[in-house]
């Protein structure tokens, strides 16, 4: 499985983007898909995930402005982002996870930069 991500750039605060991740390879038995962001100098968080049967969650940070959501046959991931802040200001990376029985193998797309300006 490769990631592949994309959709990054400046813009205002306030604003909005969308992220898009293309997922390459094999999609059997991946049980979620997420976004995660990684602010300069900071860990990498969490900021949206997805599961396979479509349940979602998000970081209390972006809850109500950010959306997670996927196509059809699975093969693309986005994250929606809306009224964006300084602080939203990170490497983005998508991510995957494939679960086969209790082994689970995770996969990471390289990282698009959202530099949101004040």
């Known amino acids: 499985v490769q990631l592949q991500a994309f959709g990054g750039g400046l813009v205002q605060t306030g604003g909005s983007l969308t992220l898009s991740c293309t997922v390459s390879g094999s999609i059997s038995n991946i049980n979620l898909m997420a976004w995660y962001r990684q602010p300069s100098g900071k860990q990498r968080e969490l900021v949206a995930a997805?599961?396979?049967?479509?349940?979602?969650n998000y970081a209390d940070s972006v809850a109500g402005r950010f959306t997670i959501s996927r196509d059809g046959a699975e093969k693309k991931v986005y994250l929606r982002m809306n009224r964006l802040k300084p602080e939203d200001t990170a490497v983005y990376f998508c991510?995957?996870?494939?679960?086969?029985?209790?082994?689970?193998?995770?996969?990471w797309g390289q990282g698009t930069l959202v530099t949101v300006s004040s």
């Open positions: 997805m599961t396979r049967g479509g349940s979602a």
């Open positions: 991510y995957a996870e494939k679960q086969i029985v209790a082994y689970r193998t995770h996969y």
